[in-house]
């Protein structure tokens, strides 16, 4: 069976950091590109992250530049969506994507498999 399966969400205060993690079974990360996306409540779902396959090249969006980095533990078949200097704005279910022979891309519909998503809540 192939699957996504995200972690790591929680309530962390502002300014502070969460690590999600998003491990594959049933097939190799390796030859795959990975997105973070995230939905808050009312609003639309976007992507905000990308780290492409094979040559591991990272994208990431405005709002999260500088604050967040995504790697590969290829050993442990995971990516890792490190998140620093939370802020309110953050608040959102994660969830991680991959998508086979695609590159350096957000489009939701390009992706093959999907996690069930993290809660992520950055409050006081």
């Known amino acids: 069976q192939l699957q996504l399966v995200e972690s790591g969400g929680g309530l962390v205060q502002p300014g502070g950091s969460l690590r999600l993690s998003c491990a594959a079974s049933?097939?190799?990360?390796?030859?795959?590109?990975i997105g973070w996306f995230r939905q808050a409540p009312g609003k639309e779902r976007e992507g905000i992250v990308y780290?492409?396959?094979?040559?591991?090249?990272?994208y990431y969006v405005d709002s999260v530049k500088g604050r967040f980095t995504i790697y590969r533990d290829n050993a442990k078949n995971t990516v890792y969506l490190q998140m620093n200097s939370l802020k309110p704005s953050d608040t959102a279910v994660y969830s991680c994507?991959?998508?086979?022979?695609?590159?350096?891309?957000?489009?939701?519909?390009?992706?093959?498999?999907w996690g069930q998503g993290t809660q992520v809540t950055v409050s006081s």
């Open positions: 994507a991959a998508g086979f022979a695609i590159r350096s891309t957000l489009i939701t519909e390009q992706y093959d498999y």
């Open positions: 049933g097939f190799s990360l390796n030859y795959y590109t």
């Open positions: 780290i492409n396959q094979g040559d591991g090249t990272t």
